[in-house]
């Protein structure tokens, strides 16, 4: 049998293109019905109940890797109009609320360099070995549910017992026994949470919004974003313009749907790159992550306010932190801006450069003697802080562990770049570095190199065959995918490396180190991973 990829899969079952943006056509029929002419062959229906479907609760990418799942494993032909329709009904009416997704929608906002932890050791083991922890926080069951998954992890992958962490133990006891009750009562069918979601207000979606983000590599940038109703419900049309904080202009157009009346899936193209959008919204506030659709570690963390809000947000300060004894340009994005802006204590006006209920712009300089984080206000409007230091005592490696992957060369799955900043972090009053009463400054350019991370590192000449770091930007681009014949053995192009990022604080030079393992591609990548 030949082992296919899992996007050879996909391709295979035509849904190479899987997307959650995707306008949602009104359908010829029910969404119930689609279920009824396609999912009946091996559910069943009782009252409107359907058999396994109606005891989930899951996101939009949960449901959207179910259907796919059936379709590719099962067999199930289904048009992708009616699995469009499926997901936006499912995700609507069996959803999670937004309290419930809290602590792992890093797997919905491609965070694929999150470190899990857990404070169940076993829960570690006997769930997160083989995918994340998050795929299982991130649906809900009854215990009948969980112990239907059990019995479908064994059918589906019968080596599960024989693997790490399974086969020194009786897992499949262990899973019924003590997993599915554990499941079961943290991560219910039923709970308050969704009780109440399902009765909340829908959020107000068309309009103007204001955001503030920060992509590595690049840097702060501000902009707005303007949606219209499309044609169908929760559907929208996006406009984006802005600016980074050097000055270069970014502008982007695109769609919008929401789920589960919170759940903000975009899809963009922004300077000529498709790009998505997983946001939450809060009210009249959302935060997330957009990110490039092709190579999803390319990305920014955005907090965005509606630019009609009854209360007034103060989304971000660009930059974040001011040098004591020095004066700076401070540019303060939000909505609803009026007032008098309150500077901490040290920090004085020297002029307003730009005023607008969104936007403004300050000259402000900080006194010598200027230290701390502290708040930022205008007028009523709270939120960012405002760093002053008057030296960088350590530099911290963001993120301090990282993977990058080999890829291209011929092959079908591109590179996964290391993309990392620079920390700056002050002493705190007992004057020395590296000590719990540091506190942080923000992210400051720094120079980038590599090195080899131990003695095997360097014998294997990782830092030369493995990929080449650019010194400004602090992106890694992995070296391409297959064997190599000048390495040892004719090894592909792996490597452990040390990140380095030099800052420089006046004539002081200041070092962090972080890791970085240069592996090989990622075959399996699904919506959760």
């Not at 303007?226 to 929208?236: C, G, M, N, R, T």
């Not at 009249?284 to 955005?302: I, P």
Request: charge should be negative; include cysteine; glycine fraction near 10%.
């Amino acid at each position: 049998m030949k082992i296919r990829s899992i996007a050879q899969a996909l391709a295979a079952a035509g849904l190479a293109a899987l997307t959650l943006t995707a306008p949602v056509k009104a359908a010829d029929k029910a969404p119930q019905e689609i279920i009824r002419g396609n999912c009946l062959s091996c559910h069943t229906e009782k009252d409107g109940h359907f058999s396994r479907i109606s005891d989930q609760r899951k996101t939009p990418e949960g449901w959207l890797m179910t259907l796919a799942r059936m379709q590719i494993m099962h067999g199930l032909k289904l048009e992708a109009d009616d699995r469009r329709a499926l997901v936006k009904y499912l995700a609507d009416t069996q959803g999670l609320a937004p309290s419930e997704t809290e602590g792992a929608r890093y797997a919905l906002e491609r965070r694929l360099n999150t470190m899990e932890s857990f404070e169940s050791e076993k829960f570690t083991q006997m769930c997160a070995r083989c995918h994340s922890g998050a795929r299982v926080m991130l649906q809900r069951r009854p215990a009948s549910e969980w112990e239907h998954l059990v019995h479908f992890h064994l059918g589906q992958w019968p080596t599960t017992e024989y693997q790490a962490l399974a086969r020194d133990r009786d897992w499949f006891e262990l899973a019924l026994a003590e997993m599915v009750p554990a499941l079961a009562k943290d991560f219910p069918l039923e709970s308050d949470a969704w009780t109440h979601w399902k009765t909340a207000a829908p959020a107000k979606i068309a309009g103007g919004w204001t955001l503030s983000g920060k992509l590595p590599g690049k840097g702060g940038f501000t902009g707005a974003m303007q949606l219209k109703p499309a044609d169908a419900k929760d559907e929208y049309l996006l406009t984006l313009e802005g600016r980074y904080d050097d000055g270069t202009p970014l502008k982007g157009a695109g769609q919008v749907l929401i789920y589960t009346g919170y759940e903000w899936r975009g899809s963009l193209t922004v300077d000529g790159v498709a790009m998505r959008q997983v946001f939450a919204l809060a009210g009249d506030t959302l935060s997330g992550r957009m990110f490039e659709s092709e190579n999803d570690e390319v990305g920014a963390d955005v907090v965005a306010a509606r630019q009609d809000s009854a209360t007034s947000h103060v989304l971000g300060v660009h930059p974040a932190f001011i040098k004591a004894g020095t004066e700076a340009n401070l540019t303060i994005v939000g909505t609803g801006l009026k007032g008098k802006p309150t500077l901490p204590k040290g920090v004085s006006l020297v002029k307003v450069v730009e005023e607008s209920s969104d936007r403004m712009v300050l000259r402000v300089r900080a006194d010598a003697d200027a230290r701390g984080v502290h708040p930022f206000k205008v007028g009523t409007a709270e939120g960012g802080t405002l760093a002053l230091y008057d030296k960088v005592a350590a530099v911290k490696v963001v993120p301090d562990y990282n993977i990058a992957r080999v890829g291209g060369n011929g092959g079908s799955t591109p590179p996964v770049q290391g993309r990392f900043e620079a920390e700056a972090w002050a002493a705190g009053p007992d004057g020395l570095a590296n000590t719990e009463d540091d506190y942080r400054i923000g992210i400051m350019p720094a120079v980038w190199s590599v090195e080899p991370f131990n003695e095997v590192a360097a014998e294997d000449g990782d830092v030369k065959f493995s990929g080449v770091m650019d010194a400004k930007s602090g992106i890694f681009s992995p070296a391409g995918a297959g064997p190599n014949p000048e390495r040892r053995m004719t090894t592909n192009n792996a490597g452990n490396l040390t990140v380095v990022a030099e800052l420089s604080d006046g004539d002081a030079k200041v070092k962090g180190q972080g890791q970085m393992i240069v592996t090989i591609q990622r075959w399996n990548n699904p919506p959760i991973p």
